[in-house]
Nanobody
Framework: QVQLVESGGGLVQSGGSLRLSCAASGFTFSSAWLHWLRQAPGKGLEWLSGTNSVGTYYADSVKGRFSISRDNTKNTLYLQMNSLKPEDTALYYC?????????WGQGTQVTVSS
């Protein structure tokens, strides 16, 4: 079955960096659309970035600060986050969509202190 397991979250000061990882299994990773999303306390789900075999894509809110990458040999998706701000505090998820179904991990918490 499809599994996505995020890691790498934590507490960081404003201006700091974190790299999130998402270990995937149960599907053909190299050809999959993969995404990072987040949900801040009391807010809705926000799409941040996506990658497929063609390219990478970013929301305006993170463009220039966050960088998505993938290692198809390790079936792992990454999100490098730089210049973090308190408003980046959220639960971060990786996700993929296969056929008509969407799959999510359990999330990893990122907290940015001011």
């Amino acid at each position: 079955q499809v599994q996505l397991v995020e890691s790498g979250g934590g507490l960081v000061q404003s201006g700091g960096s974190l790299r999130l990882s998402c270990a995937a299994s149960g599907f053909t990773f190299s050809s999959a659309w993969l995404h990072w999303l987040r949900q801040a306390p009391g807010k809705g789900l926000e799409w941040l970035s996506g990658t497929n075999s063609v390219g990478t894509y970013y929301a305006d809110s993170v463009k220039g600060r966050f960088s998505i990458s993938r290692d198809n040999t390790k079936n792992t998706l990454y999100l490098q986050m730089n210049s973090l701000k308190p408003e980046d505090t959220a639960l971060y998820y990786c996700a993929t969509n296969i056929a008509t179904a969407n799959y999510w991990g359990q999330g990893t918490q990122v907290t940015v202190s001011s």
